[in-house]
């Protein structure tokens, strides 16, 4: 079974920056797309980020410019660098991907990792 171990979260003042790890484990053929979302106490999911395989990325309107997502196939690893954060960052940063396993594209999600900003 596919596993997403996400690591990177943690304390950082606002103006800081952070970056997320998102790392792939298990019999993996090839990621199709990989993604970030978001839970806070009090606020709705939201997705920040996405990337497919080939590169072409989606940044939600919160985020764009300040945060940048990308792909390492080689190392089965995704990473999120996030800058120029601010309080409204603070949540749970979930890893999401659809890999291939043999000839089956399937939907994974890592365990969470806790950003916080705050002074």
């Known amino acids: 079974q596919v596993q997403l171990v996400e690591s990177g979260g943690g304390l950082v003042q606002p103006g800081g920056s952070l970056r997320l790890s998102c790392a792939a484990s298990?019999?993996?053929?090839?990621?199709?797309?990989m993604g970030w979302v978001r839970q806070a106490p009090g606020k709705e999911r939201e997705l920040v980020a996405t990337?497919?395989?080939?590169?072409?990325?989606y940044y939600g309107d919160s985020v764009k410019g300040r945060f940048t997502i990308a792909i390492d196939n080689a190392k089965h690893t995704g990473y999120l660098r996030m800058d120029n954060l601010n309080v409204e960052d603070t949540a749970v940063y979930y890893c999401?991907?659809?890999?291939?396993?043999?000839?089956?594209?399937?939907?994974?999600w890592g365990q969470g990792t806790q950003v916080t900003v705050s002074s």
């Open positions: 999401h991907a659809n890999i291939v396993t043999g000839q089956r594209a399937q939907n994974y």
């Open positions: 990337s497919t395989g080939s590169g072409t990325t």
């Open positions: 298990g019999s993996i053929f090839s990621i199709n797309f």
